[in-house]
């Protein structure tokens, strides 16, 4: 299969790139569809592989749009996820699916403080008929630096997300019942509690360095 090759930057503070191999396996581990990924060392530093999920088995291309696109909204322009699942209902083969892995995938940012969630980083694949289908997530990274606020926003009227409360109050919208909605918080909740042990595994190779300067998007979520 195909793949992208990810190498940190002389600029990086961390290691970006086990950093968001990191952010991938935990959200497989919390239920979400999620590119393939794992770390390999080239001349001593750490580069993500990341498996292409824009090619059929034959290697032929899917179609692809992101969420950008399906909204045919510009970069400067502001739109909040609630939006994007307006479009969905009548764009996507499997609305309900796709809506109700959209708000795990809002979870789980929030609960490891991926503050990069810009529509660009939310992708869709044709399913045929003129229909399309959530593509598996990428981009996915830790920022224990940053304020934990989404930078698109959960609604017009609520804002970004900040909250686990203001998450369950929108459920209905993603269409889950509460109970679903805390079925699947009590998931991600338990996959991102993890973090630490998925970090040393091989695949993402975190040194405790490492894990001191990550444990800020990971801990103190209330």
């Not at 530093?45 to 999920?53: E, M, N, S, W």
């Not at 059929?56 to 899917?62: G, H």
């Not at 795990?104 to 003129?130: E, M, P, S």
């Not at 686990?164 to 019942?177: H, K, P, T, V």
């Amino acid at each position: 299969m195909l793949a992208l090759g990810k190498f940190p930057s002389v600029g990086d503070e961390r290691s970006v790139t086990r950093g968001e191999v990191l952010a991938l396996q935990l959200a497989n581990l919390a239920g979400i569809d999620s590119a393939e990924s794992r770390i390999v060392m080239v001349h001593d530093q750490p580069v993500a592989v990341i498996q292409r999920f824009d090619r059929s088995p034959s290697q032929s291309r899917i179609p692809y749009m992101s969420g950008a696109t399906l909204l045919q909204a510009r970069r400067d322009e502001e739109h909040d996820y609630t939006e994007l699942i307006d479009v969905m209902r009548s764009k996507c083969k499997n609305f309900i699916q796709d809506a109700q892995q959209l708000w795990r995938r809002i979870v789980f940012n929030f609960l490891i403080n991926n503050v990069d969630d810009h529509l660009q980083n939310i992708g869709f694949l044709y399913a045929g008929d003129n229909q399309w289908r959530l593509a598996p997530a990428f981009d996915l990274n830790p920022f224990p630096d940053k304020e934990r606020e989404s930078k698109t926003w959960l609604t017009e009227d609520t804002g970004p997300v900040t909250s686990i409360a203001q998450l369950m109050g929108q459920a209905e919208r993603f269409n889950l019942s509460q109970t679903d909605a805390q079925n699947i918080l009590e998931k991600v909740t338990w996959a991102v509690s993890q973090w630490k042990t998925v970090a040393t595994s091989p695949e993402v190779g975190m040194t405790n360095v490492d894990l001191g300067e990550f444990r800020g998007a990971f801990e103190g979520v209330s």
